[in-house]
């Protein structure tokens, strides 16, 4: 019923900025809260940002003053810019959205995942 597709993953030099995109699309009553997750190998995933519907926004300690969590409500869309890349923020970087569905009911949704990779 809803897909959320990503996109703007790459390979970057550290310093470097990348700027992911997720798009959800389908049928849905409403987007709630929108996030970024990510996963290094051997790691857990983390959440890296988060923004609600109204525009609150939650960042994690090691992306703070680096990375800049937005959406488009218009487009269903939530970005990521992502400045001053270290080689830790090598991971696969998942998009996340809250949404409520057509009959009201709360769903989580996930991306599928887009690589980001910082050389040093």
């Known amino acids: 019923q809803v897909q959320l597709v990503e996109s703007g993953g790459g390979l970057v030099q550290a310093g470097g900025s990348l700027r992911l995109s997720c798009a959800a699309s389908?049928?849905?009553?409403?987007?709630?809260?929108m996030g970024w997750y990510r996963q290094a190998p051997g790691k857990q995933r983390e959440l890296v940002a988060r923004i609600s519907s109204a525009g609150s926004t939650y960042y994690a300690d090691s992306v703070k003053g680096r990375f800049t969590i937005s959406r488009d409500n218009a487009k269903n869309t939530v970005y990521l810019e992502m400045n001053s890349l270290k080689p830790e923020d090598t991971a696969v970087y998942y998009c996340n959205a809250e949404i409520t569905t057509i009959t009201r009911r709360p769903y989580n949704d996930w991306g599928q995942g887009t690589q980001v990779t910082v050389s040093s």
């Open positions: 389908g049928r849905f009553f409403s987007i709630n809260a």
